[in-house]
């Protein structure tokens, strides 16, 4: 079955930091793989999507993901947290059963990301 | 602002109600999807509509439905209301296969 995991309820790291926030999958065939941010009362905002092509893919405000076949991975990262960055972040990958104009995607369980001043 | 939107903000009600959410997607999408989210069971998607058809489905119980009108419209139908179906239902839009613009969803709150 298809299934993407976030290994980490929460990542804490200080103001400034580099940030990783993990995610791995298990999907069929090629996987399209996105992030998504939550604040709080806030529906999910698109960050960045990999798709094909070069393996680090760089998504709004500042993050990337690194995208890694071999060990089924789009970890996403960026190299200097915001205090602002605080909020919950989420894996996504398309559920390849469907194909055309959909886009049905399924979901990691999310991971809070405490920035610290 | 995604540009999607969602009306109401929250909804209270008892059980065994019937409620109906609605959203209107972004200019120009013509694919809209119903997400639930709760604490227990996380993200879910629930099902989705593309140019007024259903597209795929997920995880909707029956006392749920769907549909999307020929304006792009979307409206969920939740009947027979239970405690558990307390829970946040996102919507969402995208041309085509593209990445998903989410409203700022309905919170339902059963009593």
């Known amino acids: 079955a298809q299934s993407v995991a976030q290994p980490e309820d929460q990542v804490n790291v200080a103001e400034g930091n580099p940030l990783t926030v993990k995610c791995t999958y298990s999907v069929s065939g090629n996987p399209y793989l996105f992030w998504y941010v939550q604040y709080p009362n806030r529906g999910l905002q698109f960050l960045l999507k990999y798709i094909t092509g070069d393996n680090l893919v760089k998504g709004s405000y500042g993050f990337e993901a690194e995208f890694n076949k071999s060990q089924t991975s789009f970890h996403l990262k960026k190299p200097s947290a915001l205090v602002s960055d605080s909020a919950l972040y989420f894996c996504?990958?398309?559920?390849?059963?469907?194909?055309?104009?959909?886009?049905?995607?399924?979901f990691g369980t999310g991971t809070l990301l405490a920035v610290q001043p | 602002d995604s540009g999607v939107t969602q009306t109401p903000k929250h909804l209270i009600t008892a059980t065994g109600q019937r409620v109906t959410l609605r959203c209107s997607p972004r200019s120009g999408d013509l694919s809209v999807y119903w997400y639930q989210q709760s604490l227990d069971q996380g993200l879910q998607f629930l099902i989705q509509?593309?140019?007024?058809?259903?597209?795929a489905k997920g995880n909707i119980l029956e006392r749920f439905s769907a549909q999307q009108f020929p304006d792009l419209h979307s409206e969920l139908n939740l009947s027979s209301l239970e405690l558990g179906d307390s829970a946040l239902y996102f919507c969402?839009?995208?041309?085509?296969?593209?990445?998903?613009?989410f409203g700022d969803g309905t919170r339902l709150s059963i009593l």
């Open positions: 969402a839009s995208s041309v085509g296969a593209g990445p998903q613009h």
């Open positions: 509509y593309y140019n007024g058809e259903e597209r």
């Open positions: 996504a990958v398309r559920d390849p059963n469907y194909g055309g104009a959909t886009n049905k995607l399924i």
